[in-house]
């Protein structure tokens, strides 16, 4: 039994370099397919939005001298370049999965379409979903909340390297404590960073849940579709 049929899983494009300081770690990479050709058959229908920021972040480069919206756009592509990767090691692994862009570029992807992105999930497709939302000033988060939505996900699920929101960061803090669960209104009220502000308004605006776990852990996918208390949960 599964707890959700359709889930929406945003990775970040960080923790795609593993153990490397750039780039992409095979190893990582082929964990991470393994753990969501797992629950691809439980039957659970799977959307995902990967990050870029371990190729080029726009905003760290906007800091450097880059155009904002070049430097954007130079991030929408990592996240292209990510995903392509994550598609290859799905299929590696016996897995059906598709590439859809918020920026036209067949054949690299399809053009990101609500109603074929709906119908490629129901066939058993993984369907990742690539390019952010296709403008800049807008982050991975606010594109993996929007494209959630869209699809009419019953769960934002947002895999990390910690275990859950703490009450500050527990690499810096030791006594940071962990919440089991938090409303929307009190991450705005503590400031916690857990997304960014139009990423967690348009969660709580759409009453789309949120879980944020430790994805480097093999296994706990599967335990959140299971239906096990993974991560902190995050709703109205």
């Known amino acids: 039994m599964t707890k959700y049929k359709r889930i929406l899983l945003k990775l970040s494009g960080e ?5 490397k300081q750039y780039g992409i770690d095979e190893v990582r990479l082929g964990e991470y397919a393994g753990q969501i050709k797992e629950i691809m058959e439980m039957g659970v229908q799977t959307g995902i939005v990967i990050g870029g ?9 906007a800091d450097k001298g880059f155009d ?16 392509l990767a994550l598609s290859s090691a799905l299929v590696a ?12 570029m067949e054949p690299v992807g399809e053009y990101y379409n609500k109603w074929r992105a709906v119908e490629r999930m129901e066939e058993g497709y993984a369907v990742i979903m690539a390019g952010g939302t296709g403008n800049p000033f807008f982050t991975t988060d606010t594109g993996a909340s929007l494209r959630a939505i869209e699809t009419e996900a019953d769960v934002m699920l947002k ?8 009450t500050a960061d527990p690499e810096k803090d030791p006594a ?27 969660c709580k605006e759409n009453n789309l849940p949120l879980i944020v776990f430790d994805m480097d852990t093999p296994g706990n996918l599967k335990k959140i579709i299971s239906g096990e208390q993974i991560g902190t949960l995050v709703c109205r």
């Open 176 to 202: 940071a404590v962990k919440f089991d669960q938090i409303s929307y209104d009190e991450i705005f009220h503590r400031q916690l960073k857990v997304m960014d502000l139009t990423a967690t308004t348009m």
């Open 15 to 19: 923790s795609l370099m593993g153990t």
């Open 93 to 104: 692994q016996g897995a059906k999965a598709t590439v859809f862009t918020a920026i036209r």
């Open 159 to 166: 895999g990390t390297r910690v275990d859950g929101i703490y």
């Open 53 to 61: 920021g371990n190729i080029f972040r726009g905003l760290s480069g």
């Open 68 to 83: 904002r919206i070049k430097g954007d756009q130079m991030g929408m592509l990592s996240t292209v370049i990510n995903s």
